[in-house]
């Protein structure tokens, strides 16, 4: 019996030193991310001699050295995961991508089908396999500017009210960082880190707009560089951006309220052919024989769906209006 009792108390000592060396490495870890965070907006700009004009797309390269294809599409894609907000690198994008290529070269392969060569449909599943990493970062980059956009002017209001409270600028960031939910507060909370540790905050303000691809993040820096320059009342124009920013979300509401139907209308054109082929098949599936196997028919299908993909753009186009 006292083994027995000596053995659950060794078990469960050894559980307790587990977790409490769990939870110390957990610790170390969270506290180790949050100072690399807080570097890496730091470390990662490019100098103090960089000039930034706030007024003007950032992607504007006329005055940048000319670097090779390679290094232009290195830059792309760092650039498009970093606005998504995933922890990728460039490294880990490219692997995903191949292995989904290799994936969708493989898939394609074992389909049996003699109408379509081997060699067709492993180029159109590795293309397949290989869109889909970056279809995925590209998600994730509107949704996280349009997270980024509808947080805006609610940031806005609460900096421009504690300023009026009598904060600081840089205490009102700190303030907005931590009560703002992620993604804006997060890119707030490295505008102030970057300043904490010692950056102008005219650099601090330009690597700000260049992390957050948007026109009123430009408006909102450049307001701040004009102040501080020429001098005013800094909570008046942040109240007045926000005002703006909100007028124009109105407008894109009533603008998406009136093209609903052009909407619902590409999408009955574009899904209404795929479901009268879907129903043919499950009702009828020796209906399409003689349309597969003749020339004719598959240049006729081709056609088909070219002119779809054509529709469907064109309507988008019609509809899609920018405010």
Known sequence: MSFIVIFCFLIIFAALLFSISFGLRFHESRRRGKLISMLRTVTDSEGETQHVNLLIDPEDSRNKPKADGFDRVNEHFTKLIGESGLEWNVAKFYTLTGILFAVGVTAAALIDSQSVSLTARAIVGGLLGALLPIMYVKRKRASRIAALEAQLPDALDFLARSMRAGHAFTISLEMVGQEMQDPLGHEFRSLFNEQNLGASLDRSLANFALRVPLPDIRFFSSAVLLQRQTGGNLSEILNRLSHIIRERFRLKGQVKAAS????????????????????????????????????????????????????????????????
């Open 260 to 323: 609903a139907h052009g909407r619902l209308t590409a999408t009955i054109l574009t899904l209404l052919p795929l479901a009268t082929l879907g129903g043919l098949i499950i009702t009828s599936p020796r209906y399409l024989d003689p349309l597969l196997n003749d020339d004719t028919g598959r240049k006729i299908i081709a056609g088909a769906i070219l002119a779809q993909i054509l529709g469907n753009f064109f309507i988008r186009k019609i509809i899609r209006i920018k405010v």
